[in-house]
């Protein structure tokens, strides 16, 4: 299935209007929206153009893999779900009836409100396609990050409980926790930390001598939650968080990588390359493959055609792989796939020497298989891993979804009521809160019916394609093709879109009622001991 370009949806080009003016505007902490230069976690999350991302830090459109998603959901079909990383090994699961997992987490700061639904509804979907699901509640971050009593952390956590039961999180299947009552993820997390180092942190988060050792803490905490799913078992993992988050999960992926027993990469010769000088040794062996006298091409070889060849890779990636090849001199230039040693105790080496099978060369701290592909590899020293006690954690994916657009324009946030809707609103402030959204409307009803309206830039299409048009992807695009084509008012639109939204909140909020029971029968930390 392919996306429909013509369909409502908030990924069409001219959204980069809207962000503009979302981006210009002053946000509520006062700082003005800069997003050019960084992703912050604990910043105000306007993102004034979603393209950056790809290019800055290389989030892949979501739109990519969307072919490859059974039954997509909603939020992806309509491009809300716009960027992820790494996101196949879950999908190829996900098909093939093969263990997955998805996680996310809250920080409990306020009320939940319909941007965390959209959280909710992406754990829920990989749950109801086999996925073990996890919702925790970031307590530790709320407290060290945001500066919130323990009282108010645990009345939010509840909230943010009830709505994702309510909206048909299934307790039995998956699991609830918070992090300050999760000994595995405190353990998980006293051990990643011993992988990283201040410098990392200030890199890339900003943090200084001034940043209090707790907040720290909650990002170990927030890399244990990461790859707790894997802790009895290595699965492929989405995150499904805004991109604000991207900052963790990369981080998460690279301290996923350094606890490895194993590295596994491609080697031409017995020595080590950078990636560049790896790419050079690899077309110096394809060109010269069968071009040499004796059969066989020597480190020599390659040189002497790396100084007559013109490449125009970076100069020290040059330098550096005629150095090691002159150095190798007539050593054979052979491909093979290598496992390098990281983290691996003796017993485990030594069981990878015995587990490689075929033609191999040993080394002190590196294995080479002449037989072997990179997957297999790959398989092979996870193996050796988790037979010697290794997590073998698979890089950790995620998905990312568009903020929503604050119904007063700005960005949509917890600290402005009028901002957003809360799941805990009474259902007659939502409906009144809809009707006086701002909209994309024009400034007389005559030129709304000449021009038509502007619906990519209009919060309350949004709440349509977000939330209210559901799962009818009809419904949601005879409200865009109205609204464009000038025979939709904003007038009765925000009252049909008032009305959908009292009926919402009148019907999640009784299901919140009826889960208040499956809470109390939870094993979870309601209430902190402190
Ligand atoms: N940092 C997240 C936030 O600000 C909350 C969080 C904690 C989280 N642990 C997580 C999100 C693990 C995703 C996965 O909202």
Known sequence: MTRDTDAPGTAEPDDDRRSDARAKSVLPDGGAASDDVALDPWGSSAISDYRKLFEQFGIEEFDEV???????????RRGVIFGHRDYRPVLEAMCEDEPFAALSGFMPTGDPHIGHKLVFDELIWHQERGGDAYGLIADLEAHSARGL????????????????????????????????????????????????????????????GETDVSHMQSVVTQMADIL????????????????????????????????????????YASFEATPAERALLGRAYETLDGEVEDGTVRCVNAAEWLEEADVDDPVDALEGALEKLHAAGKEPLRPRTRFLDRNATDEAFEALIEAVEGEKRVYDAHIDSFELSREEAEELAREVELAHGGYGFRAPSSIYHRFMTGLTGGKMSSSIPASHISLLDDPETGYDKVNSATTAGRETAELQRELGGEADKCPVYELYAYLLAGDDDGFAKEVYDECVGGERLCGDCKEQAARLMREFLEEHQEKRAEAETLLEELDFELESER
Do not use: C
């Not at 969307?66 to 039954?71: H, K």
């Not at 993820?185 to 201040?198: I, K, R, T």
């Open 66 to 76: 969307l072919p490859e998603v059974p039954s997509p959901h909603y939020l992806m």
């Open 149 to 208: 009593s323990w009282d108010e952390i645990d009345e939010h956590a509840r909230d943010y409980l009830l709505s994702l039961l309510a909206l048909g999180f299934d307790p039995d299947e998956g699991e609830l926790y918070r992090q300050s009552a999760n000994r595995d993820v405190q353990d998980l997390a006293f051990e990643l930390g011993a992988e990283a180092n201040f410098s990392e942190l200030q890199a890339i988060y900003g943090f200084d």
């Open 228 to 267: 707790y799913p894997q802790i009895d078992e290595p699965k492929p993992t989405v995150i499904p968080v805004g991109p604000d988050q991207d900052p963790h999960v990369r981080f998460a992926r690279d301290l996923a990588a350094r606890t490895r027993y194993f590295g596994v990469t491609q080697a």
